[in-house]
């Protein structure tokens, strides 16, 4: 990552970090901003209102997709029982995070956050508190590094017991050749009767809109190549779980709460699923080997 260009044009905390490089536009800030958020600077700014331009229903989409983590996690840690959570790729803090959102049932949830953006990691240190009775902790990673996630997460979560993996607009950063392997390992690593729960922009909702901004991600100075995928490819990627009622539906579609949130179209994919107790085989876990740091958010303050 290059040196700050120590920008100030941002408000709230992110004009007071150094280190990072403000001038290209960043997945986490860029999402930050498409959700109303303050911790982004002039390049994020650009590159959201880029994707505005291409499809202005990506303002409801987003909302629509935090509406499903809520109501995702609040069905692990409450129908489901689910008492640890994994959310890979969380972004900035924002209202009604996993760890906020699976407190709010059981407050003893323990919840740790995998990121590969420092920045993430920076604002997950100033802003998100645990309940007194669980833990919030954050490890850097990319998603695709099982080990170090493993190894990291293990710090705080004992994978002999069911795990709900949250990874909610992460996967379409990934290409074909990286993302099904990435989910099917990560699945292998938890206890049968774990969850995952995933969203997806769709490639066959909105197409041409969603194809502009594809466009726009290859070639402006955005943050990330996106890789939409439709219906049935989302529905891959829970191969060999037994996914959730209603299945894998738009943002929306998964049991909303009221009419508004049902009416609030997104052009995503989403569905849970259960790692099935029989069928799948106990990992035999390497060795991931230690010095991988799991901070404790409230250690980090
Ligand atoms: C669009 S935000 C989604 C935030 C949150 N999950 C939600 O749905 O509201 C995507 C997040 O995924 C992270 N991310 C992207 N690619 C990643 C990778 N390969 N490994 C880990 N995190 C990644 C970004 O840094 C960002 O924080």
Same mark, same amino acid.
Request: glycine content about 8%; some cysteine.
């Given at each position: 990552m290059?040196?700050? #260009?120590?920008? &100030?044009?941002?408000p709230?905390? =992110?004009? !007071?970090r ?6 290209? /536009? ?7 901003y498409?959700l109303g958020g303050?911790?982004?600077f ?7 209102d880029m ?5 202005p229903g ?6 629509a997709?935090r *509406?499903f983590?809520?109501?995702?996690v609040?069905?692990?840690a409450?129908e489901?029982?689910?008492?640890q ?11 009604g995070?996993?760890h906020?959102?699976? $407190?709010?049932v059981? /407050?003893a949830?323990?919840?740790v956050?995998? #990121?590969?953006d420092p ?8 802003l998100?508190r645990?309940?007194?009775q669980?833990?919030? *902790?954050?490890?850097?990673a990319?998603?695709?590094d099982?080990?170090?996630i493993v190894?990291?997460a293990? $710090?705080?979560l004992d994978?002999?017991?069911p795990?709900a993996?949250v ?5 379409h950063?990934l &290409?074909d050749? *990286? @993302?099904?392997?990435?989910?099917? =390992? ?6 049968p009767?774990s ?9 066959d909702?909105? =197409?041409e809109s969603i194809?502009?901004i594809?466009?726009?991600?290859r070639e402006? &100075? !955005? ?5 939409p995928r439709t219906r049935?490819?989302v529905t891959r990627l829970f191969?060999?779980?037994e996914?959730v009622e209603p299945? @894998? @539906?738009t943002? !929306? #579609?998964w049991?909303?709460?009221s009419?508004l949130?049902?009416r609030n179209q997104?052009?995503?994919? *989403? ?7 029989s069928?799948? =085989?106990?990992?035999?876990?390497p ?6 740091s799991?901070m404790?958010?409230?250690d980090?303050a």
């Amino acid at each position: 990552m290059r040196e700050a #260009d120590a920008s &100030p044009d941002a408000p709230g905390t =992110a004009g !007071q970090r150094p280190g990072f490089d403000t001038s290209l /536009p960043n997945i986490a800030r860029v999402y930050d901003y498409l959700l109303g958020g303050k911790d982004n600077f002039t390049a994020d700014r650009a590159a959201g209102d880029m994707v505005i331009a291409a499809y202005p229903g990506i303002v409801r989409g987003v909302k629509a997709n935090r *509406a499903f983590l809520g109501r995702a996690v609040r069905y692990l840690a409450g129908e489901a029982g689910v008492r640890q959570f994994l959310d890979v790729g969380p972004g900035l803090p924002t209202a009604g995070n996993t760890h906020e959102a699976a $407190q709010s049932v059981a /407050p003893a949830s323990r919840v740790v956050y995998v #990121d590969n953006d420092p920045v993430v990691l920076s604002h997950a240190r100033a802003l998100l508190r645990s309940s007194p009775q669980g833990t919030a *902790a954050f490890v850097e990673a990319d998603v695709r590094d099982i080990g170090k996630i493993v190894a990291g997460a293990g $710090q705080m979560l004992d994978f002999s017991e069911p795990v709900a993996i949250v990874m909610l607009a992460v996967l379409h950063f990934l &290409p074909d050749d *990286a @993302v099904y392997d990435t989910v099917r =390992a990560l699945m292998a690593e938890v206890a049968p009767g774990s969850f995952v729960a995933i969203s997806h922009i769709a490639k066959d909702i909105e =197409a041409e809109s969603i194809a502009e901004i594809i466009r726009n991600s290859r070639e402006g &100075p !955005q943050s990330a190549e996106l890789y939409p995928r439709t219906r049935d490819e989302v529905t891959r990627l829970f191969a060999g779980l037994e996914l959730v009622e209603p299945g @894998v @539906v738009t943002l !929306q #579609d998964w049991r909303p709460d009221s009419d508004l949130e049902a009416r609030n179209q997104a052009a995503a994919w *989403a569905g849970v699923a259960r790692k099935p107790l029989s069928r799948w =085989a106990s990992p035999a876990r390497p060795d991931y080997g230690s010095g991988i740091s799991c901070m404790n958010i409230s250690d980090m303050a």
